[in-house]
């Protein structure tokens, strides 16, 4: 009687500062979100990466899941099995709560607002785990779950699951500490029904449904954690690891696999999304500055001047990694014990050392030039923003400060840890964030009717299941697009249309991307008839993404009439392709050469215009692509050559293994090579080698040997073929 009068009071504490942490995340993450100012029925934020989100919130709710848009790459449709999310317990988690909340927006939004008191729970029960005391907990959740910049993560919905962290760093660090992931045999229930072994399981399940980040950070530090074990002579703890490993392993397997299955019978024709190159992984990694400084946004302008003199003095990294000032005092006061007991031999807690190995092997990866390079370099590259293992370094700094407060909480008592608990959470959410950058609801709120009275008006106008064509042309997805248009802003008027297909968002490198490319907008009457036979009775026209020179809306209007919609702003521009007449209806020969054109393409440097020349710069090794979504054919393709610098330069083509075209290029005339190959159904790529020197410039840090510019191409049999360079110069096709 007494044990069981004994336990309910501590149940009943600890839940309640379990509430309490719960509570005081979401509050904080409410605040600096302005939560309240919020509709559901409007997105939670718009632009940039988080219209990209946005884009599939709304595939999952219209067509079940996200995977096969029939509304988006019209008329092919968009195959996100190219770009696939392997977070896929996220997904479920979104089309679950989609399937009990209105608003096409609603399910991702409420998702992202719950990111802050799961993340608040998890990291709790992290420090409670680790022997720490409850006001430790409280720190560790509330501060993790505000983070510098996670109320800006929505365009990472997945991502800004912060909760997963914790979960994977308790794995981790039970088997750095050799502890049983299974519960015993022998026990009152069998062990695969045991609780320590349910855990497990959700634990693994957890980060192995949370994508590449989660899964590959977690896997190095396992791989850390049971080599150590392995060291310290305890073999069995070395498969402890190893099968943790490979349990998250085969979760993001699943995906993967059904995410390859999706490919098959889509033909590619270039380079697809998500490949990615080991440079990348230097460009994205962070630097330790990063994380000692103010986040770019914090609320004090002094210290928010500071950071931004440092990184426009230096070369800024990609994304926030900033750990706040509680974050930095754990992280020096475990960098301290690290030193002092690698230089001094002095004995400390096995706890301490233990968060301090995982902190040096995370900043590791963290840092410029450091393991995640390695990685890049010698397994793969496709992990390239190493910064984001940030949240693992903070939250083993709260580890750290949870420590020196339970430390406090057992010689002070737990009034004085509760009130030393407070001010820390109050000092730190005030450092970490910043409700006056939090997105502005009444401007989204504007913008979407604008959009819907737009899609709206222009769907009465042309008819439900319209075909619109979008310019200019954009790579799908990760491009940043051109003047002052963000890379994802054409799928602002899908993201508000109630029954009209559009053309962007194909994935690049497949045939649903690349017919749009070699469209020819010299001639407008043939491009209407062109779109026309491609199914689309609509053009649009985002007139951010062009300059004033090269905006096309006046030869349009010309041409075509006046536009039949457009928004309040001007921003986006629509014309009936109807009214232009029947050309092109109905005609299939034409749709044919429409949809498989032979497109070639420079593999090098941003097209430029060099002394009245519009060309490309390339390095050593560079390459020419043909790009055929059609039959095979043969092809001539003519470009001209200049070398850089003043030495003499020999220019090798080469198909396979087979030698095309060689010729001596210098910088006193261009110099033409032709050569004719075989295009083959998809993608062939011919390697163009040029010798000598390099040149390279300071500023851009771009390394060259020659300039190609006119480049031609020709088809046998009549095949419409296309320079890609040709459609670039117009401004209608980014490259």
């Not at 009943?12 to 904080?28: D, F, N, Q, Y």
């Not at 000032?325 to 002092?340: D, E, F, K, Q, S």
């Not at 050593?620 to 092809?635: D, I, K």
Request: net charge neutral.
């Amino acid at each position: 009687m007494a044990t069981g009068s004994t336990t309910r009071p501590r149940r009943a504490r600890e839940a309640s500062w379990m509430v309490a942490t719960v509570l005081v995340a979401l509050g904080v993450g409410a605040w600096s979100l302005r939560l309240w100012q919020w509709d559901p029925s409007d997105p939670i934020a718009l632009g940039w990466d988080h219209t990209q989100i946005l884009s599939s919130l709304r595939d999952i709710h219209d067509h079940g899941w996200y995977w096969h848009n029939p509304d988006l790459g019209f008329p092919f449709g968009q195959d996100a099995s190219f770009f696939p999310e392997l977070n896929v317990l996220h997904v479920l988690a979104v089309k679950a709560i989609d399937l009990v909340v209105p608003g096409v927006y609603t399910a991702g939004g409420v998702y992202f607002v719950l990111s802050f008191p799961l993340t608040g729970a998890t990291g709790y029960l992290l420090a409670r785990s680790q022997g720490l005391g409850r006001p430790a907990g409280f720190v560790l959740g509330v501060l993790l779950a505000n983070a510098p910049g996670h109320a800006e993560r929505f365009g990472h919905l997945y991502l800004a699951q912060y909760w997963v962290v914790p979960v994977a760093l308790w794995l981790v660090l039970e088997v750095a500490r050799g502890r049983a992931l299974l519960s015993p045999r022998g026990g009152p229930v069998p062990w695969w029904r045991g609780g320590r072994t349910l855990v497990t399981v959700a634990a693994v399940v957890v980060v192995g449904g949370s994508g590449v980040y989660y899964v590959a950070f977690t896997l190095v530090l396992l791989a850390v954690a049971a080599l150590a074990r392995r060291v310290a002579g305890v073999p069995a703890d070395l498969l402890r690891g190893l099968a943790v490993m490979v349990g998250i392993g085969l979760v993001i397997a699943v995906p993967l696999a059904v995410a390859r299955l999706g490919m098959r019978g889509v033909l590619v024709t270039g380079r697809v999304p998500a490949g990615r190159n080991p440079a990348e992984s230097e460009l994205f990694a962070g630097k330790l500055m990063d994380l000692l400084l103010p986040w770019p946004d914090h609320r004090v302008e002094a210290f928010r001047y500071l950071t931004l003199a440092y990184r426009s003095a230096t070369r800024a990294t990609v994304e926030t990694s900033a750990l706040g000032v509680v974050g930095v005092a754990g992280m020096t006061g475990l960098a301290v014990i690290g030193l002092l007991a690698l230089l001094s031999g002095r004995r400390a807690d096995a706890g301490h050392l233990r968060w301090s190995g995982l902190m040096l092997v995370s900043f590791l990866l963290f840092t410029v030039g450091g393991l995640g390079s390695f990685v890049a370099v010698f397994a793969t590259p496709q992990v390239r923003t190493w910064s984001r293992v940030s949240l693992y370094i903070l939250t083993l700094a709260l580890l750290a400060v949870g420590a020196w407060l339970t430390r406090l909480e057992r010689r002070r008592g737990m009034l004085t840890a509760g009130l030393v608990a407070g001010a820390l959470v109050v000092v730190g959410s005030l450092d970490q964030t910043n409700p006056a950058v939090a997105p502005d609801h009444r401007a989204i709120a504007r913008e979407m009717a604008g959009l819907r009275a737009y899609t709206s008006s222009l769907q009465d106008r042309v008819g439900a299941g319209c075909g619109v064509f979008q310019v200019p042309v954009l790579p799908y997805p990760e491009t940043l697009g051109p003047g002052t248009m963000q890379g994802y802003d054409q799928l602002k008027p899908y993201l508000a249309s109630d029954d009209l297909r559009f053309s962007a968002a194909a994935m690049r490198g497949t045939e649903a991307a690349t017919w749009q490319s070699a469209v020819d907008p010299s001639d407008l009457a043939a491009l209407a008839a062109d779109l026309r036979s491609a199914g689309f009775c609509a053009l649009e026209v985002d007139t951010e993404g062009f300059s004033d020179a090269q905006d096309p809306s006046d030869r349009l209007t010309a041409a075509w009439g006046e536009p039949v919609a457009r928004t309040a702003d001007g921003t986006f521009v629509a014309w009936d392709l109807r009214r232009v007449g029947a050309a092109g209806e109905g005609d299939h020969a034409r749709r044919a050469q429409v949809l498989a054109p032979v497109l070639a393409s420079v593999g090098g440097f941003e097209p430029e215009t060099v002394d009245g020349t519009y060309g490309q710069y390339v390095g050593p090794y560079a390459g020419v692509s043909l790009a055929n979504p059609g039959e095979p054919t043969r092809v001539t393709v003519s470009m001209d050559v200049r070398g850089v610098g003043a030495e003499r330069r020999e220019v090798v083509v080469t198909d396979g293994d087979r030698e095309v075209a060689r010729v001596v290029v210098s910088d006193a005339s261009p110099t033409r090579v032709s050569f004719a190959v075989e295009a083959a159904r998809g993608a062939t790529d011919l390697s163009v080698t040029v010798s000598g020197a390099t040149d390279k410039d300071i500023e851009t840090e771009r390394v060259t040997t020659a300039f190609v510019s006119d480049l031609t191409v020709t088809a046998e049999g009549g095949r419409r073929a296309v320079a890609l360079t040709d459609r670039t110069r117009t401004g209608w096709v980014l490259p």
